[in-house]
């Protein structure tokens, strides 16, 4: 059984109650609708929840459920309510749970599959069609900041969605972080770093992801506190490795050791010199006993070495 959640979301009416039913089969992994988990729960219809206790209770009711899910044995499809990632920490908890997918649809599409269906609140008014571009115009750009693959689905094979979001699923989301100086290889010491600059880098990393076909993102900084901000960014963003060079500081930043002690995904930590055959103070590395693994003195190549560990375990 795969390991990833594959999570559902777009308008009501996008098609992910069909698609999730599809692609369980296809992928083998049970589906199950968060709408019905609650309805289950509630014992009662999202039509009658939204009647009798308002919507913001619902929407706390997704939340809820959401911060359980995170601690199911993973290897889900889940499709989510239409609203649900209306809530800005509903959209952390979503990447974190596993791979979002956006399924988008045309307003004209929604109204013909809904129209006549009295089981949806937020479209029992005078003009269906109007609210329902007026809340696709509100939510589209929600879900599109927190999905890793939207899909237009009017006018498109379903089994062409299917094969788009199993090849999705089968990435691996990989982030590269170069700390201070990084930046200007092939202005730095070239003795020690090469003469090749961080574009050469950069191309390198990029022709690596086109080869193993995953998900690599590479983060650049000077500065201590944006790195910082970017490990803990990834504790969110389902971020499934980190490959790390924090050059300089690797021998005294604590604050960037204890961000990576708080991410429980592999992470190798790589330098292009041997750090441990130079200066005193370069043979201690504080991030290194937070890391699975460590890669030194291996120039650029080094990096593709930690993907490769990222990806293999070894």
Known sequence: ??????????FMGSGKTSVGLRLSYRLRMPVEDTDKIIERREGRTVGAIFSEEGEAYFREQETALLQELLNR???YIFSVGGGTPVRPENRLLLRQLGRVIYLRTRPETVYERLKGDTGRPLLQCEDPLERIKS????RSQV???CADLTLDTD?????EILDRIGKEADK????????PNLNFLGIREKRIYGTQDYQYLLDLIQKKA????????????????????????AYFDGTEGIVINPGAYTHYSYAIRDALASITVPKAEVHISDITAREPFRKVSVTAPVCDRQIYGQGLEGYLHAI???LNGK
């Open 210 to 233: 086109s080869e193993t076909g995953n998900d690599i993102t590479v983060f650049q900084s000077n500065h201590e506190g944006a790195i910082i901000d970017r490990i803990q960014e």
């Open 308 to 310: 490769d560990f990222i």
């Open 73 to 75: 044995k993973r290897g």
């Open 143 to 145: 879900y599109e900041s």
């Open 1 to 10: 059984m795969r390991q990833k959640n594959i999570i559902l979301t777009g």
């Open 155 to 159: 006018d498109v094979d379903i089994d």
């Open 172 to 179: 691996m989301k990989i982030l590269v972080i170069n700390g």
């Open 135 to 138: 809340l696709m115009a509100e």
